[in-house]
């Protein structure tokens, strides 16, 4: 069974610097793709960053500029450095897994969410 696991959330403050991390165990890393969301108090949930099997990244234009998302295929770990951060960023950021869970092809695919990580950002 796949699962992900987040950590690295906390209080900063604005204009800080965070690096969120995201754990997979089960599944094969290497070939998944992975994202980040948030959502804010009373918010929905808004993408924030992704990556794919390849590498390739994209960002929503918020995060574009100030945020990088990369991953160790070694360390089955996804990353999110986040720098300039702002208040209005406070949210549970989650990392989402499109975890292929078979090295062929054909192999099913598990749409996977981790439990989230608290960001706040103080003024």
């Known amino acids: 069974q796949v699962q992900l696991v987040e950590s690295g959330g906390g209080l900063v403050q604005s204009g800080g610097s965070l690096t969120l991390s995201c754990t997979s165990s089960?599944?094969?890393?290497?070939?998944?793709?992975f994202s980040w969301y948030r959502q804010a108090p009373g918010k929905g949930l808004e993408l924030v960053a992704g990556?794919?099997?390849?590498?390739?990244?994209n960002y929503a234009n918020s995060a574009r500029g100030r945020f990088t998302i990369s991953r160790d295929n070694a360390q089955s770990t996804v990353y999110l450095q986040m720098s300039s951060l702002k208040p209005a960023e406070k949210a549970v950021y989650y990392c989402?897994?499109?975890?292929?869970?078979?090295?062929?092809?054909?192999?099913?695919?598990?749409?996977?969410w981790g439990q989230g990580t608290q960001v706040t950002v103080s003024a």
């Open positions: 089960g599944g094969i890393f290497r070939l998944s793709d």
């Open positions: 990556i794919s099997s390849r590498g390739d990244t």
């Open positions: 989402k897994g499109v975890v292929r869970t078979g090295v062929a092809v054909e192999s099913p695919k598990d749409d996977t």
